[in-house]
């Protein structure tokens, strides 16, 4: 929509270094309100992200989600008991307001990983995934279960790499219609399907599954010990669960106020009811009754800090979105559509909030006290043994 303001032929009088300057403005903005990073078309316009704030919630209805989805969190005067009691609630209404905002910023593929230098923030999710597909073991044939899987980027992702059969569990209506949809246009509607369900109350019957994975999305559990008994029971015996988790490093200290309050922006921007120590998150592996087969803070030894995307002091092209300007772009439109009537009212909170996730998270990473990408290996052992 930019692009009628910018329009080349509007400043004909100029000299063509200007003519040549504008038009490539007008392109790369055009790009900006239309395409993804990768250049690829998607449902990921500017105006996709305003029709699509709330997802299942009705429009009228998204100034009010947003009241009810802040009171949740410390800043609103919420707490924990009163989030982990109502962590379906809290983590739906989370996903309606924020899928959308994802998509348009990120991609399909709703997590972090660490990068090598030179590599650009897609290459480097894909080679996270394609790491975790590796560690598993994953192959042709193999019943595979996707926990929390979002809109199923890496499901379909890990799909493609290793051929297995891959079910995505989601208890958000949204994004499971909006990830059936981009199943189909991937062509992998046969390989790939989506669950309506709470992970901790799976649907399924015990030892179903060949493998277990989850990416960045166990950090909603209320109850982790609940959430891995889950996962154990469905997963078949001698076989692995691994994760990428959200946790407090060992450099957190709780009775730093500075350290709890980017605790609490995290949680507040990323619908958590509780962000557990990497050292709660392997004690709930153990009491659920898996071995340990590995594990490390993969964001440790990353060559390029997992939180630089999100970084507002540096500028990238390929990340454009991520950006200040981008961000300042994104919420000029925002409040633009929300006036217009196009977006629902209640958009420019949801954007708002997010954005101070977005500062949390890289406060957290510069701080050190947290990490996205806690990543683990366990395994059920065999009966008897």
């Known amino acids: 929509m930019f692009c009628i303001f910018l329009n080349p032929k509007s400043f004909v009088f100029l000299n063509p270094f200007w003519f040549v300057f504008l038009r490539k403005i007008s392109f790369f903005i055009y790009r900006y309100c239309v395409f993804t990073v990768d250049g690829q078309m998607s449902k990921s316009g500017a105006l996709d992200l305003a029709t699509g704030v709330g997802g299942k919630i009705k429009k009228e209805d998204v100034q009010s989600a947003v009241d009810q989805y802040e009171k949740y969190h410390v800043s609103y005067g919420g707490d924990e008991e009163t989030r982990k009691a109502n962590y379906s609630d809290m983590v739906n209404k989370y996903y309606d307001l924020a899928t959308s905002f994802y998509e348009f910023g990120w991609g399909e593929s709703f997590h972090f990983a660490p990068r090598w230098k030179g590599e650009s923030l897609r290459e480097s999710i894909k080679r996270h995934e394609h790491f975790l597909a590796l560690q598993l073991g994953l192959k042709p044939r193999m019943k595979v279960l996707d926990v929390g899987c979002g809109i199923g980027g890496p ?16 208890n958000n209506e949204y994004q499971i219609s909006r990830g059936t949809e981009l199943n ?42 609940g959430c891995y008994k889950e996962i154990y029971r ?38 958590l009811p509780d962000i557990r120590t990497r050292r709660e998150c392997l004690d709930a ?49 925002v409040k633009t559509l929300e006036f217009m009537g196009i977006a629902p009212e209640g958009s420019n909170r949801v954007s708002s909030f997010l954005e101070k996730a977005a500062e949390g998270l890289v406060e957290g990473g510069k701080k050190e006290i947290f990490t996205p990408m806690y990543f683990f290996v366990a395994r059920k052992p065999l009966s008897g043994s």
């Open 234 to 271: 469905v997963l078949k015996p001698g076989q692995c669960f691994a994760a990428y988790e959200w946790c407090m490093t060992d450099h957190f200290d709780p009775n730093n106020e500075s350290h709890q309050k980017t605790k609490s922006e995290i949680e507040l921007g990323n619908g």
């Open 155 to 170: 499901l379909r992702e890990i799909a493609r790499f290793s051929s297995a059969s891959i079910t995505g569990l989601n």
């Open 184 to 225: 189909h246009i991937a062509g992998l509607s046969e390989s790939c399907n989506f669950v309506k369900a709470d992970f901790m109350k799976m649907p399924f019957s015990d030892d179903t599954f060949d493998s277990i994975y989850a990416i960045e999305a166990t950090c909603h559990a209320p109850d982790a010990v």
């Open 285 to 333: 592996l153990k009491l659920a009754g898996f071995e340990i087969v590995w594990e490390k803070d993969l964001a440790v030894d990353s060559p390029v800090s997992w939180y630089l995307p999100l970084d507002t002091t540096r500028f990238s092209i390929t990340s454009f979105r991520l950006t200040a300007f981008g961000r300042l772009i994104t919420r000029t439109m």
